[in-house]
Each structure stands twice: as C-alpha cells, then as structure tokens.
C-alpha cells in the first residue's frame, strides 16, 4: 500500500497528492489535508488513481457517510455539507481560471437538500450464491465489479421502495439476475412512479410517461429520456435565467424537451432547437401552438442566432460546438445565458467570447448534492 497526503480537490471530484516518488495521484474517498493509505486502481507513468483505504490522519471536515455504497454513487458523503458547497464554489473557479477567463466573485452556491433528491435512478442486479437471491447493486467505481446494496439515500424514498417491491417479485418468482440489464426507476415531484426492467438481448420497453409542474407549467416526458434530475433546484436556476432575458426574441439551443425556454419565455418569440428525435417529440407536446420548435443540431441552425435575440446555452458535458461560439462572437446577440453542468467545457467556451462580451453573473447551484457534479450559470453581455 502507497501513502498519500492530499492537497486538494480537482474538478473531477478526487482529491489529488504527490506519492514519496513524486508521482501525481488521484484519489477517491479522501479529503484536502487528509493523509490516506491507498489502493492504486489505475498507474500510469506520469500519475496514479486510487481509492483511499484507511485514513491515517482524518480532516477536520470529515463525517461518516450515510451510505455503504456512497463511493459508488455519492463519494462526497465523507465531508460535512457547508464544506462541499465551499469546495464546489472554489472548483468553478478554479475552472475558469484554468480557461485563463476572469470571472466576477461568484455568488453563493444554490442549492435545496443535500439527500432524498434525486427522482431517477438505475440500479444493477446481483446474484448472491448464498442466499440465491437477486440484490439492487451498483458497480464499485472504476470496475465493473457489483456491489449489492440495502441502503440508497440520494435518491426520493419512493423509488427505493419501488425498486426493492423489484426485486422481491422477482425474488419470489425465481429469477435470475444474469437474465437482467438494469432496473430504472424514476418518479415526478408527487411521487408517482414508473419502472422498467431491461432484459438482456431484448428492446427496451416502454416506461409510463410521467409529467412534471416546474414554474407553473406542466411538462410530459419519458421517464427513459433526459429530464433534470433535481427540480427544485432547477426551478430556482430557471428563476434566475428568467431575470437576465433581456429581449423579445429569444434563442434556446440544446433545446431538451423544453422546460428552459418555455418556462422563462413562452410569452415572447421563442425557438426551441433539439436534435434528439424523441426529446423534440415531447418538446412539441410541451410547447404552444405559436412556438417555432426545430429539429436540428444547434451548430446547424446559425441563422437563428441575430443580434437583437437573447441565446440560451445548455448543451450536455462535451459543450459547445465551435462553430456556434464563432457565430455567437460574429453575430453578437444581446445576452448570452450559458448554463453549464460541466464548468470545465463552460469556461473553455467563454473564453472566445471575451473578445466582445464581458460576463455579468456566475451562479453555480448544486443540482447533484454529494456528488462532485455542478452546474453552474454564466450570463454574458457585449462590452
């Protein structure tokens, strides 16, 4: 076993250290400060990852995590709740710094509940050769090894429930675990449920849509597709979208089914552009009869972006196409709203765009408590 101590947390959600060689390591399950035994899961000549094994020398911000399996799923339940919002504050900076993009003193980071939060979940299935039963599992980080599981907390009690009544059924009608993909579970904000077995070598089935209320309107979506995992923190993201809309005309690109533009702008001339066919389906059930909803990538549809418009920006974590941030820097529409769930892309992005824009807000909220993940907002408005 190697010893490490750490000196930070890095954007990827590890802390990061130097061995007695000298050699980076990245390591799971480990606080700035802490010095920790580790088991190396990957060694590289320039660096290592790891998993922290046995703390030597604990942090002051250290807690007990709720769940057996965090590492799995939430691997920052090791340290108290104040301190990841502080850590999540200072890593969206330190993105942007790398980006070498100056950013205003970023505002405290939103945020709800830190367990209990999120409504959809996807759990592996395990067999135990001891009590020949099927178990709920997820896979140890960095392996495809299967960790069977009787405690989940992050996600809504409901669909735990859900999906332990599962596997009981299945229990009780003597399957096999091998016979199965995945269980995924998703459930709206009044903790109606639908759920889904994956079959292996079998199509998916169709899963019960579900519908939401987020700002005062109603959106059906597919409990199977993309839809924000935390609502009401993305309600007050919305809320805050909706105060920097600056114009008549606006622009939402990466489009989803909708609920950003048409919670923010549905009363103005409003395009929803959306490049996944069965996202678009639901986007135009969500949409008003005066929406012009396109069907496209965002980076082919240019002409749309005019100086007089404001542009929504939320692409998924690989960002935006370059061809788009030329036409943003070109065109220069009124306001640029950018909200990120990968500041690392995000910061790469902006960094063009101070050529003609300045940026006005940086809000990060934390849609995915206990995890290192963070969404953060970037308003942008011309020098």
């Not at 390591?27 to 046995?54: D, R, Y």
């Not at 606006?250 to 533009?261: E, K, P, S, W």
């Not at 135009?284 to 542009?311: C, G, M, Q, W, Y």
């Not at 003609?356 to 940086?362: A, D, M, T």
Request: proline content about 7%; overall charge negative.
């Amino acid at each position: 076993m190697e010893e490490v101590t750490l000196d930070r947390l890095v954007p990827g959600g590890q802390g990061i250290g130097a061995l007695a060689s000298g050699k980076k390591a990245f390591v799971w399950g480990a606080l700035p400060g802490e010095t920790v035994e580790l088991q190396i899961t990957k060694n590289k000549s320039s660096f290592c990852e790891g998993i922290a094994t046995k703390i030597l020398i604990p942090a002051k911000h250290r807690v007990s995590p709720r769940d057996p399996c965090h590492l799995a799923t939430s691997p920052w339940q090791i340290m108290d709740y104040p301190y990841e919002l502080e850590q999540k504050s200072l890593l969206v900076t330190e993105c942007f710094r790398q980006a070498e993009v100056q950013i205003p003193e970023s505002l405290p980071i939103t945020d709800n509940q830190d367990y209990f939060y999120r409504n959809k979940m996807e759990y592996s299935l395990y067999w135990d050769n001891h009590d020949n039963k099927i178990h709920l599992a997820f896979h140890a980080r960095g392996t495809h090894r299967k960790i069977p599981i009787d405690q989940s907390s992050i996600e809504r009690p409901e669909i735990f429930a859900e999906a332990q009544n599962i596997v009981a059924e299945l229990n009780a009608a003597q399957k096999s675990a091998r016979d199965y993909q995945s269980l995924l579970v998703r459930c709206n904000q009044q903790g109606i449920i639908s759920s889904a077995l994956f079959e292996n070598h079998k199509p998916r089935p169709k899963m019960t849509p579900l519908s939401d209320t987020i700002c005062g309107h109603t959106y059906t979506y597919s409990p199977n597709g993309f839809f924000q995992i935390n609502l009401p923190v993305y309600e007050l993201a919305l809320a805050s979208i909706q105060q920097h809309i600056s114009t008549n005309k606006v622009l939402d690109l990466y489009a989803g089914v909708g609920t950003i533009g048409l919670s923010v702008a549905r009363d103005k001339d409003l395009t929803l552009v959306e490049i996944d066919k069965s996202a678009f389906a639901e986007l135009r059930k969500n949409s008003d009869s005066h929406i012009n909803a396109v069907l496209a990538k965002s980076e082919e549809v240019l002409d749309f972006i005019t100086p007089d418009a404001t542009v929504i920006l939320d692409p998924p974590r690989a960002g935006c196409d370059p061809k788009l941030i030329e036409k943003l820097n070109t065109t220069q529409p009124t306001t640029i709203i950018y909200l990120s769930c990968n500041p690392i892309t995000q910061a790469r992005d902006c960094q063009p765009l101070l050529q003609n824009y300045q940026i006005k807000l940086c809000q990060p909220f934390n849609f995915f408590p206990r995890t290192p993940h963070i969404e953060n907002l970037i308003v942008l408005t011309p020098k």
